[in-house]
């Protein structure tokens, strides 16, 4: 099983969305140390409990701050951007780690219709054209497919040229999502955690609709899951509360965030017996490392999947890091020789 990492900068006990931003590094420099392949970092605009609005910043930051884990988005909302834009963001950060760079893409918002207002997103419906323009530039400019005379954009150079580009995966919670990126040949991430739905049916509809692209010759498959690892069964699932807790306060409408265990346990002690609750817990995954692992095999073998990502999660940031190494060596996960 290979295992990446994906981290929301997010925010714990009495920390502020800043400081999350900067534990970031922290847990990035951590899974290089420990042998995991990817680090990706996401999009969130106006959400409280997470820091981190753009990706594209903390990926330049850790560039410097590690020189062998692929980084990536994931993702980047492409429709609140211009595709050219975040082409040329994403060739300059290759630049600057040339065969490092993942550029995951998500059709969603990242935040809510009033927020994407004000960030003048035009909607997930124009995702295809943008994705169509976006790749142009990146093969372009990674001087693998000239863009040809006489299409509308054949004048227009995305900076800085090659003689690379940044590896590409859309960002799938659909069966429909995962047949877009099968066809348009790209890698796929299935964000289990968002769908709060199995894998396989998605990563069945990539690989049975994927075509050989200039991207990649053969599908490729992740899926991205919530784990927590702590030295004993009862002290993962413990740790683990405020995150539950804040999940079922989303799914019931009213967002909130914990920032102590304590609180966190008082509140799903209010939905005890409650199907939300229920659904919450069944999804979990937190325990020790034995049991973390396991549940990531499965989700793996279950789902068809090349890759898992798991989310680093934590009551603080020293836990969020102790649960990567709890994970990493019970999964035999070890950094390369240098």
């Not at 970092?41 to 930051?61: K, R, W």
């Not at 994407?116 to 990146?138: E, H, I, K, N, T």
């Not at 509360?241 to 265990?261: H, Q």
């Not at 090349?306 to 999964?331: K, N, Y």
């Amino acid at each position: 099983m290979k295992l990446s990492v994906l981290d929301l900068s997010p925010v714990t006990g009495d920390a502020t969305q800043a400081q999350a931003v900067r534990e970031t590094i922290d847990v990035a420099r951590a899974a290089e140390r420990l042998g995991y392949h990817r680090f990706w970092v996401a999009e969130h605009h106006n959400i409280a409990a997470l820091g981190s609005p753009n990706p594209e910043i903390l990926i330049a930051a850790l560039t410097q701050q590690t020189s062998r884990i692929r980084l990536g988005s994931g993702g980047v909302m492409l429709v609140n951007y211009s595709p050219l834009k975040v082409a040329e963001t994403f060739m300059e950060l290759e630049a600057l780690a040339p065969g490092r760079i993942d550029l995951g893409l998500g059709r969603a918002l990242g935040a809510d219709a009033r927020t994407g207002g004000a960030l003048r997103s035009v909607g997930s419906d124009a995702f295809p054209q943008y994705f169509q323009l976006l790749s142009a530039w990146l093969l372009d400019a990674g001087g693998k497919v000239p863009i040809p005379d006489g299409h509308p954009i054949h004048d227009i150079k995305a900076s800085p040229s090659g003689p690379s580009h940044p590896d590409v995966f859309v960002l799938c919670t659909s069966e429909e999502s995962a047949a877009f990126a099968g066809h348009m040949g790209v890698g796929m991430v299935f964000a289990e955690f968002i769908a709060r739905a199995e894998a396989a049916p998605a990563v069945a509809a990539y690989r049975r609709t994927f075509q050989p692209s200039a991207f990649r010759s053969e599908p490729w498959a992740g899926t991205a899951v919530i784990g927590y690892a702590a030295e004993t069964a009862e002290a993962g699932w413990r740790g683990d509360a405020p995150r539950r807790a804040g999940t079922v306060s989303m799914l019931s409408g009213r967002r909130r965030r914990f920032t102590d265990v304590e609180g966190a346990e008082a509140f799903l002690a209010e939905w005890m017996g409650t199907p939300l609750l229920a659904d919450v817990e069944a999804r979990t995954i937190a325990g020790d490392a034995a049991h973390v692992v396991d549940r990531l095999q499965a989700k793996a073998s279950s789902s068809g999947a090349d890759e898992v990502f798991v989310m680093a999660t934590g009551p603080s940031l020293p836990e969020r890091i102790r649960s990567l190494e709890l994970i990493a060596a019970q999964a035999g996960v070890s950094a390369p020789a240098t």
